[in-house]
Protein backbone atom coordinates (compact mmCIF):
# COMPACT_ATOMS: atom_id res chain seq x y z
CA UNK A 1 0.00 0.00 0.00
CA UNK A 2 1.81 3.42 -0.96
CA UNK A 3 1.52 5.64 1.86
CA UNK A 4 -0.49 8.88 1.11
CA UNK A 5 2.29 11.59 2.50
CA UNK A 6 6.05 10.14 0.50
CA UNK A 7 4.85 7.63 -1.72
CA UNK A 8 6.71 4.70 -0.04
CA UNK A 9 5.21 1.63 -0.59
CA UNK A 10 6.93 0.08 2.65
CA UNK A 11 4.44 -0.08 5.71
CA UNK A 12 3.35 -2.34 8.33
CA UNK A 13 -0.32 -3.06 9.95
CA UNK A 14 -0.83 -1.73 13.51
CA UNK A 15 -4.86 -3.18 13.53
CA UNK A 16 -7.36 -4.78 11.59
CA UNK A 17 -10.80 -5.36 12.48
CA UNK A 18 -13.89 -6.58 10.69
CA UNK A 19 -16.64 -3.74 9.38
CA UNK A 20 -19.26 -3.43 7.56
CA UNK A 21 -21.40 -6.59 8.84
CA UNK A 22 -17.92 -8.67 8.53
CA UNK A 23 -17.75 -7.90 4.68
CA UNK A 24 -14.93 -5.60 4.88
CA UNK A 25 -11.59 -5.22 7.20
CA UNK A 26 -10.45 -1.85 8.18
CA UNK A 27 -6.63 -1.76 8.79
CA UNK A 28 -4.34 0.41 10.22
CA UNK A 29 -1.26 1.03 8.61
CA UNK A 30 2.43 3.32 9.78
CA UNK A 31 4.36 3.89 6.85
CA UNK A 32 7.76 2.31 7.64
CA UNK A 33 10.12 5.66 5.90
CA UNK A 34 7.72 9.12 7.35
CA UNK A 35 5.85 7.00 9.89
CA UNK A 36 2.42 8.11 8.71
CA UNK A 37 -0.38 6.54 10.17
CA UNK A 38 -3.45 6.11 7.74
CA UNK A 39 -6.59 3.52 7.12
CA UNK A 40 -7.34 1.16 4.27
CA UNK A 41 -10.41 -0.98 3.71
CA UNK A 42 -10.43 -4.34 2.20
CA UNK A 43 -13.62 -6.10 0.55
CA UNK A 44 -14.99 -7.95 -1.90
CA UNK A 45 -15.57 -6.69 -5.26
CA UNK A 46 -18.61 -7.86 -7.38
CA UNK A 47 -18.10 -6.60 -10.78
CA UNK A 48 -21.44 -8.46 -11.92
CA UNK A 49 -24.31 -6.28 -10.20
CA UNK A 50 -25.78 -3.44 -12.31
CA UNK A 51 -27.61 -0.62 -11.11
CA UNK A 52 -30.16 0.56 -13.22
CA UNK A 53 -30.72 4.14 -13.15
CA UNK A 54 -33.50 6.42 -13.44
CA UNK A 55 -32.52 7.41 -16.94
CA UNK A 56 -32.00 3.72 -18.21
CA UNK A 57 -27.93 4.05 -17.46
CA UNK A 58 -26.51 0.84 -16.46
CA UNK A 59 -23.20 1.25 -14.28
CA UNK A 60 -22.07 -1.12 -11.48
CA UNK A 61 -22.78 -1.22 -7.89
CA UNK A 62 -20.95 0.83 -5.51
CA UNK A 63 -21.08 0.38 -1.60
CA UNK A 64 -19.05 3.51 -1.23
CA UNK A 65 -21.48 5.88 -3.34
CA UNK A 66 -24.15 4.23 -0.92
CA UNK A 67 -21.95 5.25 2.10
CA UNK A 68 -21.57 8.72 0.77
CA UNK A 69 -25.31 9.19 -0.09
CA UNK A 70 -25.59 8.23 4.07
CA UNK A 71 -23.18 10.33 4.89
CA UNK A 72 -24.50 13.32 3.04
CA UNK A 73 -27.79 12.67 4.88
CA UNK A 74 -26.15 12.43 8.44
CA UNK A 75 -24.08 15.48 8.02
CA UNK A 76 -24.58 17.11 10.97
CA UNK A 77 -26.51 14.43 12.93
CA UNK A 78 -25.79 12.87 15.92
CA UNK A 79 -25.01 9.39 14.04
CA UNK A 80 -21.53 7.87 14.26
CA UNK A 81 -19.01 6.64 11.90
CA UNK A 82 -19.92 2.89 13.17
CA UNK A 83 -23.34 3.23 12.56
CA UNK A 84 -23.07 4.71 9.08
CA UNK A 85 -20.63 1.50 8.22
CA UNK A 86 -23.24 -0.58 9.93
CA UNK A 87 -26.19 0.58 8.25
CA UNK A 88 -24.02 0.37 4.53
CA UNK A 89 -22.71 -2.71 5.36
CA UNK A 90 -26.49 -4.49 6.40
CA UNK A 91 -27.51 -2.31 3.29
CA UNK A 92 -24.85 -3.49 0.76
CA UNK A 93 -24.98 -7.14 2.40
CA UNK A 94 -28.91 -6.97 1.37
CA UNK A 95 -28.71 -6.35 -2.07
CA UNK A 96 -26.13 -8.64 -3.05
CA UNK A 97 -27.57 -11.25 -1.42
CA UNK A 98 -31.41 -10.47 -3.19
CA UNK A 99 -30.16 -9.22 -6.45
CA UNK A 100 -27.52 -11.29 -8.89
CA UNK A 101 -27.48 -8.97 -12.42
CA UNK A 102 -29.65 -6.06 -11.58
CA UNK A 103 -30.87 -3.53 -9.23
CA UNK A 104 -32.79 -0.40 -9.56
CA UNK A 105 -31.59 2.53 -7.94
CA UNK A 106 -35.11 3.07 -6.66
CA UNK A 107 -34.98 -0.25 -4.64
CA UNK A 108 -31.60 1.23 -3.42
CA UNK A 109 -33.24 4.08 -2.56
CA UNK A 110 -36.35 2.47 -0.55
CA UNK A 111 -33.56 0.52 1.57
CA UNK A 112 -31.91 3.50 2.58
CA UNK A 113 -34.42 5.57 3.48
CA UNK A 114 -35.85 2.15 5.41
CA UNK A 115 -32.99 1.84 7.31
CA UNK A 116 -32.33 5.86 8.00
CA UNK A 117 -36.07 5.79 9.39
CA UNK A 118 -34.48 3.55 12.23
CA UNK A 119 -31.44 5.68 12.96
CA UNK A 120 -31.97 8.89 12.21
CA UNK A 121 -35.74 10.57 11.46
CA UNK A 122 -33.79 14.00 10.04
CA UNK A 123 -31.43 11.93 8.16
CA UNK A 124 -34.56 10.01 6.48
CA UNK A 125 -36.14 13.19 5.70
CA UNK A 126 -32.80 14.67 4.43
CA UNK A 127 -32.30 11.19 1.69
CA UNK A 128 -35.92 11.47 0.86
CA UNK A 129 -36.27 15.05 0.15
CA UNK A 130 -33.48 14.47 -2.35
CA UNK A 131 -33.99 11.06 -3.30
CA UNK A 132 -37.82 11.55 -4.16
CA UNK A 133 -37.14 15.24 -5.69
CA UNK A 134 -39.17 17.02 -3.25
CA UNK A 135 -40.97 19.92 -4.94
CA UNK A 136 -41.22 22.53 -2.46
CA UNK A 137 -42.32 22.76 1.48
CA UNK A 138 -45.57 21.06 1.67
CA UNK A 139 -43.89 17.54 0.01
CA UNK A 140 -41.45 18.09 3.58
CA UNK A 141 -44.20 18.77 5.72
CA UNK A 142 -46.50 15.93 4.29
CA UNK A 143 -43.12 13.53 4.41
CA UNK A 144 -42.46 14.45 8.29
CA UNK A 145 -46.30 13.76 8.62
CA UNK A 146 -45.92 10.51 8.03
CA UNK A 147 -43.45 9.67 10.16
CA UNK A 148 -45.46 10.34 12.97
Known amino acids: MRCPVCGCLEDKVIDSRSVRDDSAVRRRRECLKCTHRF ?18 VREDFDPEKLRRGIVNACYNRPVTGDDIDRVTGLIAASILRDFDKEITSSEIGNRVMAALKEVDQVAYVRFASVYRKFKDVEEFIAEIRALK
Open 39 to 56: TTYESIINDTLKVIKRNG
